[in-house]
């Protein structure tokens, strides 16, 4: 069984840089597809970034490129989100998932079958 442990959120300013943490445990890790999501209260959950199974493709939101880079260690079995210039839009629960897939990086919500439980980034004007 799947388990996936984020880490990393926090309390920021706007301007400032936190680096996010996902673990997977349970399974082979570099079977799987991994990204990030975000969730503001009342509003679905959006994408952020993801990468494949290798790490030789990634793709992040037009609404963080720049900023937010999605990196891998498939020795360490985890996924980072590096989040650089943030700003008070960026605060949310950030969310880690996984799919089990060799190839490519869905970017929609449905593609995943695990997730984390979120660890929350808030970012002060």
């Known amino acids: 069984q799947v388990q996936l442990v984020e880490s990393g959120g926090g309390l920021v300013q706007t301007g400032g840089s936190l680096r996010l943490s996902c673990a997977l445990s349970?399974?082979?890790?570099?079977?799987?597809?991994m990204a990030w999501f975000r969730q503001t209260p009342g509003k679905e959950r959006d994408f952020v970034a993801a990468?494949?199974?290798?790490?030789?493709?990634?793709v992040v939101a037009d609404s963080v490129k720049g900023r937010f880079t999605i990196s891998r260690d498939n020795a360490k079995n985890t996924v980072y989100l590096q989040m650089n210039s943030l700003e008070p839009e960026d605060t949310a629960v950030y969310y880690c998932?996984?799919?089990?897939?060799?190839?490519?990086?869905?970017?929609?919500?449905?593609?995943?079958?695990?997730w984390g439980q979120g660890t929350q980034v808030t970012v002060s004007s």
């Open positions: 349970g399974r082979t890790f570099s079977y799987y597809a």
């Open positions: 998932a996984a799919d089990r897939r060799l190839g490519g990086a869905p970017l929609r919500v449905t593609d995943y079958d695990y």
């Open positions: 990468i494949s199974s290798r790490g030789t493709g990634a």
